[in-house]
């Protein structure tokens, strides 16, 4: 009959309450410690095929400035063709920067509930 909770003194039943949360939450902490794991490991492959993506894409855009610049080269010479296209392509680079700063602020100053524009 000393096994009954209701013979135990009320100390002891709060140093075990303790004991069994402090497991729960190490469980817990435990589990989604796991869950991070997982999803980095599932991500990882994901990050290493967009990288090679952009390296890709970025190959493929300087052979069309290139090409680009070599066509205009027929018409106005190379060193001002050359010029015509690097002022385009820093023109678009520009005008991408500020629409994603702009992005990024409403992103920051967001509320966490509502969805973002």
Not at 51 to 74: D, K, N, Q, S
Not at 99 to 114: D, M, N, Q, T
Request: aromatic fraction near 4%; proline fraction near 4%.
């Amino acid at each position: 009959m000393g096994d009954e909770p209701e013979d135990l003194p009320l100390s002891d039943l709060l140093g075990q309450l303790v004991a069994d949360a402090h497991g729960v939450a190490r469980a817990e902490v435990e589990v989604i410690r796991q869950t991070v794991l997982f999803k980095l490991a599932a991500a990882q492959q994901a990050v290493i095929f967009l990288v090679i993506a952009l390296v890709l894409a970025l190959g493929a855009a300087t052979a069309l400035l290139v090409g680009l610049a070599l066509g205009l080269a027929h018409w106005i010479g190379i060193t001002l063709a050359s010029l015509v296209v690097t002022a385009l392509a820093l023109g678009v680079a520009a005008l991408l920067a500020r629409w994603a700063a702009r992005r990024l602020a409403v992103a920051v100053s967001a509320r966490p509930e509502g969805p973002l524009p």
